[in-house]
C-alpha cells in the first residue's frame, strides 16, 4: 500500500501553487463582484431617473434611500407575513416584504413579481392605472433585480384560477412598491437552478433539454443563497424541532440542561483525531465530545443531564457522514441495574420524536420531498434490540465476511440495516453489547465476557446514529483502560479524581443533530443538514 504521509520535499512547491490559485480566485471573485455592483448602481440609477421624471406618481416606487433605513422613527405600519395571506383578506390593503423571487412583464403596461417571505411566496401584479400606477412604476419593477428585497404595499384579490407559480392562492394588487436592498443583477447561482431535483434535471435530459445543475462545492462556496431554497429552509426548520423535541423530551423525564467546555486539557476520546491549541502556555484541545463532563456532573448528583453543543472531530474522513464540527445532543444519567435503563430512554425518545415530526412537520417534510424524494422512515413502537453477536450471525448467514470481534464498516452496517429490515420491518434498532476493543476507554465490559461491553449503537436507514454505553465509574480500572488506549492519565486527572469521592453507577449516549435529519429525511450528504460545513477541506463561509 502507497504511505499515506505528504513528500516533504514537494511541499513548499504544492503550497505555492496553492495559495498562488487562491489569490488568482480571489482577486477574479473582487473583479466579478465589483464589476456587478457597478452595474447594479448603474441600472438603479437609469430607473430612478426615468421614474421621477415627469411622473407625478413618483413617490409610490422607487429605491429607499439608504438614510430611511437608518432606524429614524417608529411609524405604526403593519406588515402582513406571506405565508397568511389567504382569502378572507379579500379586498383589504396589505403591506409585506419580501425578496423579488422573479419579475416578469407583460408588455409596458403590466408586470408580475412574485414575492417570497420564508419559503412562502405570493403573486404580485403591477397594473398601469390612472392615478394609482403609471408607466413608468411598471417600468421601475421591471428593473429589479431578482432576489432584491422589496416593499408592497397593495389590496389583495383572488383569482378566478388556480396560481401555480406561488405558494399562496391570492394575488396583490400593487399600488406601491419600493426597493429596500438590490440585490446584483447576475447572481452567482440562480435560486430555481439551486432548488431544481435530481428527477427534473433527468427528465429535461430525456427530453433534449439541458437544466442547470448545481454540485455541492459551488452551493456551500455560495450558501447564503442556496439556503433560500424550499427545501433547505425545510431542513433547517426541521433540525430546529429536533434538538427542542430532543431537550423538551428529556426535561419531563427529569433531566437538567448542562454546558461543558469546549476548551480542555486532553482528549475526550482517546486516539490522535482532536484540534490541539495552545491555551495560555499550556497544551489543550478542542473536545471531542462533553462525555468526561457529563460524567463529572453525574459525579455532582446531578443524576441525569443532557447537552446540546458543539463538537470537534479532527478527523480525514472524507465521508458523506462525517463533519470536523457538528451539534452533538448527549444524554448520561445514573443507571440502578442496567444499563437497558438508558436504552429505554433512547427507544421512546426517538419514537416519540419520529411521530412528532410526521405530525407537526408535515409541510417542512413535503419540501424537502419535492427536491429529495424519500420514503417515511419505518419504526416500531416498542424499538428492536439485537446483540452485536446475533448481529454478525445474520451478516455471516447472508455471506458477508466480518471480523467477529471488529467494528462494523459503512458496508457491513448497511447490509444489516436491510436484513433487519426484511426481518424485523423496522429501519430503527438498537445494536447492543459491542466488543469491548471497539469502544472508547471508559467503556464498562460485560460481567460473563470481558472481551464484550455494556455499550450499544443505534442504526436509522442501516447507517450508525448513536453510540452509547454504561461507564466504568471505579477509578483503578478507568486508569488502567484509559493508558490502555494511549490517553496521558494526567491530561484527565480531574475527571479521574472525581470518581475517587463515590461515583454512582451510570451510562449514556451521543448523538450528532445532523445525523439524525440527514437520516430521517433519507438525505445523502451531511452537508446538506450542516448550516455551514465543516470538514477537512472547508473554513469558510
Not at 437544466?211 to 456551500?220: G, I
Not at 422512515?377 to 428492536?384: I, M, Q, S
Not at 453477536?389 to 436491510?418: F, H, S, W, Y
Not at 479521574?496 to 454512582?504: K, N, T
Request: charged share 25%.
Amino acid at each position: 500500500m502507497a504511505s499515506s504521509e505528504p513528500n516533504p520535499a514537494s511541499q513548499p512547491d504544492q503550497a505555492q501553487i496553492s495559495k498562488s490559485a487562491a489569490k488568482k480566485e480571489a482577486a477574479k471573485k473582487e473583479k466579478e463582484r465589483r464589476k456587478a455592483e457597478a452595474a447594479a448602481a448603474a441600472a438603479a440609477s437609469a430607473v430612478n431617473s426615468l421614474s421621477v421624471e415627469n411622473d407625478p406618481l413618483a413617490a409610490n416606487y422607487g429605491d429607499v434611500a439608504f438614510s430611511d433605513l437608518q432606524s429614524k422613527e417608529v411609524t405604526g405600519r403593519k406588515w402582513t407575513e406571506i405565508g397568511s395571506l389567504n382569502e378572507s383578506l379579500k379586498d383589504r390593503m396589505v403591506l409585506v416584504r419580501g425578496r423579488a423571487q422573479t419579475v416578469r412583464a407583460v408588455g409596458k403596461k403590466i408586470a408580475f413579481v412574485v414575492v417570497r417571505e420564508k419559503g412562502f411566496t405570493v403573486q404580485c401584479v403591477v397594473t398601469v392605472k390612472p392615478d394609482e400606477v403609471s408607466p413608468q412604476m411598471v417600468k421601475y419593477v421591471n428593473g429589479l433585480s431578482r432576489e432584491s428585497h422589496v416593499d408592497i404595499e397593495g389590496v389583495v384579490s383572488v383569482p378566478d384560477v388556480a396560481i401555480k407559480g406561488a405558494s399562496q392562492q391570492v394575488e396583490i394588487q400593487v399600488r406601491k412598491i419600493y426597493g429596500v436592498s438590490r440585490a446584483v443583477p447576475n447572481l452567482p447561482i440562480n435560486i430555481e437552478d439551486a432548488a431544481r431535483s435530481e428527477e427534473e434535471i433527468q427528465k429535461a435530459l430525456e427530453a433534449g433539454e439541458q437544466l442547470v445543475k448545481v454540485n455541492q462545492d459551488t452551493r456551500l462556496n455560495y450558501r447564503v443563497l442556496d439556503l433560500r431554497t424550499p427545501a433547505n429552509q425545510a431542513i433547517f426548520r426541521i433540525e430546529f424541532e429536533v434538538a427542542d423535541f430532543f431537550g423538551q423530551f428529556l426535561k419531563k423525564e427529569g433531566f437538567v440542561g448542562i454546558r461543558t467546555p469546549k476548551l480542555i486539557a486532553g482528549s475526550s476520546e482517546g486516539g490522535a483525531a482532536v484540534f490541539r491549541l495552545d491555551y495560555k502556555g499550556t497544551p489543550a484541545c478542542l473536545a471531542q465530545s462533553p462525555q468526561l463532563h457529563k460524567q463529572m456532573a453525574i459525579n455532582g448528583d446531578f443524576g441525569r443531564v443532557f447537552e446540546i453543543g458543539p463538537v470537534f472531530r479532527a478527523e480525514d474522513s472524507f465521508t458523506h457522514r462525517h463533519l470536523c464540527e457538528f451539534t452533538g445532543l448527549d444524554v448520561e444519567m445514573e443507571i440502578k441495574e442496567h444499563y437497558f435503563e438508558v436504552t429505554d430512554i433512547v427507544g421512546r425518545l426517538f419514537v416519540s420524536m419520529f411521530d412528532y415530526l410526521n405530525e407537526k412537520c408535515i409541510k417542512e417534510l413535503n419540501a424537502v420531498r419535492q427536491q429529495y424524494p424519500f420514503e417515511d422512515l419505518k419504526y416500531l413502537r416498542n424499538t428492536l434490540q439485537l446483540t452485536y453477536e446475533e448481529g454478525i450471525k445474520m451478516l455471516q448467514e447472508d455471506g458477508m465476511e466480518v471480523p467477529p470481534l471488529g467494528d462494523l464498516n459503512t458496508e457491513a452496517e448497511r447490509r444489516l440495516g436491510q436484513l433487519v429490515f426484511n426481518k424485523y420491518g423496522t429501519e430503527f434498532f438498537i445494536l447492543c453489547r459491542y466488543p469491548l476493543s471497539v469502544r472508547p476507554f471508559y467503556t464498562m465490559p460485560c460481567y460473563d465476557n470481558p472481551v464484550y461491553s455494556n455499550s450499544f449503537d443505534v442504526f436509522i436507514r442501516g447507517e450508525e446514529i448513536i453510540s452509547g454505553a454504561q461507564r466504568l465509574h471505579e477509578p483503578q480500572r478507568l486508569t488502567e483502560r484509559a493508558k490502555a488506549c494511549g490517553i496521558d492519565v494526567s491530561t484527565i486527572s480531574t475527571y479521574i479524581d472525581s470518581f475517587r469521592y463515590g461515583a454512582p453507577p451510570h451510562g449514556g449516549f451521543g448523538v450528532g443533530l445532523e445525523r439524525v435529519v440527514m437520516l430521517f429525511c433519507a438525505l445523502n450528504n451531511i452537508r446538506k443538514t450542516s448550516l455551514y460545513p465543516r470538514d477537512p477541506q472547508r473554513i469558510a463561509p
